[in-house]
């Protein structure tokens, strides 16, 4: 629930760009001095106040700081006064929040007395209890000192804090200091897409917008599972059950059942590259799970495409052998999935076969799990959760994150019934960095929702069978 909201002022809450476009030059011609470069560009993430030390350094202004300030103050004062108006269903939008009871106030980069005129004027002045600007904490917007100060004023807690801004370093600056973002649409600002993708809430327009949650989406890349207990199909079942929006491309077909793998025919490297740029141009994934992914020049694919679109929150399920004992991975793919795919991956989840074949040791003992989840995040990059359902001693689990060693008990289920338990795991843990949980609790959320997954003890086939993935609902028709 928010209750509380800090609001930009130009480009956000007021149509007001159009006079910080020439307002650079404006001043200078103002003047009698002809602009030598495109100051608009340059200014874009200046204070007045910094404007004004620019002006002093390359144009030679022996004006005070303070008086060249007071000029642009005075030059754009005039337009405020006249001109600009509020965005479109702004209003009805503020009173909406203060009829809820959401505290709110502003943030801006534009002088104290003329946003406290311009709002006056447009009767939105009095939602506001406090108008906090970057010359008066000392930063621009590229450090996040006026949310911070604007929060602690509202007296909120950050989760229940929405930032509203319309460019794209500010909604950057709120979003890595751990603010929620609702981003504002100006047709000044260039970089929707990039905006989009990373902020929690778009505001096309205040006359429909509305405070309903954009959900979190995952992606895996994997082989299909004709049986639908592992592959694409467990992901996206385990994705949906975790609370996000599911998506998929696929790397292989395979015909198998609880049984065995009768078949493989993987998709060529050239199909695989259009499914992730049809996915990533239109539904930019918060997570990306990686499953069976069988030859090296699809992992090329992968691990190119990845990194050209800045992927972030991949987890990487080492898929060699199915639990049926069918091989499902080439050898010199495994060449190309540590040199390629784990430096970019942020958890790699091996079992016990599979970490041996990471690291080149025999595993044992605890000990053993430990050594070998070093090796792999000291060689490789990632961080590692090494599953330990393989051990003769018990079923533990090892998470390995920037050297910190974590153990999860694991309870051994009688269930024989583990056909997908490990594409499982991966695609609840990217799902739970989706929704933003840190490693440690996603790791530990997806281990319960596998746990009750087996639990629930369905029986189908007469192999190692599926898990009942939709547990969660208690249907049972």
């Not at 760009?17 to 200014?43: C, H, Q, R, V």
């Not at 405020?80 to 709110?104: A, C, E, N, W």
Request: proline share 3%; glycine share 8%.
């Amino acid at each position: 629930m928010i209750k509380g909201a800090i609001f930009d002022f130009d480009g956000t809450l007021v149509d007001s760009m159009f006079i910080w476009d020439t307002f650079a030059e404006d001043y200078l011609k103002s003047l009698g001095i002809e602009p030598k470069e495109n100051l608009a560009e340059i200014f874009k993430t200046f204070t007045l106040e910094q404007a004004a030390e620019y002006y002093r350094n390359h144009y030679g202004i022996t004006l005070s700081v303070e008086e060249i300030v007071d000029g642009i103050n005075d030059m754009v004062a005039k337009i405020y006064r006249t001109k600009v108006l509020l965005k479109p269903g702004v209003s009805d939008f503020l009173k909406r929040l203060h009829i809820s009871g959401v505290k709110m106030c502003v943030a801006t980069v534009t002088d104290r007395p003329i946003v406290k005129e311009v709002l006056t004027r447009l009767g939105v002045y009095d939602y506001f209890s406090e108008i906090f600007t970057c010359a008066q904490v000392g930063y621009n917007k590229e450090n996040p000192q006026i949310y911070r100060q604007a929060l602690k004023h509202l007296g909120t807690e950050k989760a229940e804090t929405l930032v509203f801004e319309d460019v794209l370093h500010a909604i950057k600056t709120a979003k890595e200091d751990g603010f929620k973002v609702a981003a504002v649409y100006d047709s000044h600002e260039m970089c929707q897409k990039e905006i989009k993708e990373i902020s929690d809430y778009y505001v096309s327009d205040f006359k429909t917008f509305c405070l309903k949650t954009k959900m979190k989406t995952a992606l895996t890349v994997a082989g299909s599972d004709s049986s639908g207990g592992a592959g694409i199909q467990a992901d996206i079942k385990a994705m949906t059950m975790n609370g996000v929006y599911a998506m998929s491309v696929i790397t292989a077909l395979t015909a198998q059942n609880t049984v065995g793998v009768k078949a493989i025919s993987d998709s060529t490297p050239e199909f695989l590259k259009s499914q992730l740029d049809a996915v990533f141009e239109d539904i930019f994934p918060d997570s990306i799970k990686i499953g069976m992914v069988s030859s090296a020049e699809l992992i090329d694919v992968i691990a190119d495409r990845l990194k050209f679109y800045n992927a972030r929150n991949i987890v990487v399920d080492p898929v060699m052998v199915a639990t049926s004992g069918s091989s499902l991975i080439k050898t010199d793919a495994i060449k190309a999935l540590v040199e390629k795919l784990l430096p970019v991956a942020t958890l790699v989840t091996p079992n016990i076969p599979e970490a041996e074949v990471l690291s080149g040791m025999k595993i044992k003992c605890g000990d053993d799990m430990i050594k070998s989840a070093k090796f792999i995040e000291n060689n490789y990059g990632c961080s590692v959760l090494l599953k330990g359902g393989h051990s003769a001693d018990n079923a533990n689990d090892l998470l390995c994150e920037n050297g910190k060693l974590i153990w999860f008990d694991g309870k051994r289920i009688d269930n024989p019934n583990t056909h997908g338990t490990g594409c499982t795991l991966s695609s609840a843990i990217a799902a739970n960095l989706a929704k933003g949980f840190s490693l440690y609790e996603s790791v530990k959320k997806a281990k319960d929702y596998v746990f009750n997954a087996i639990a629930a003890g369905l029986d189908l086939g007469s192999g190692s069978g599926p898990i009942r993935h939709n547990f969660i609902t208690g249907e049972d028709n």
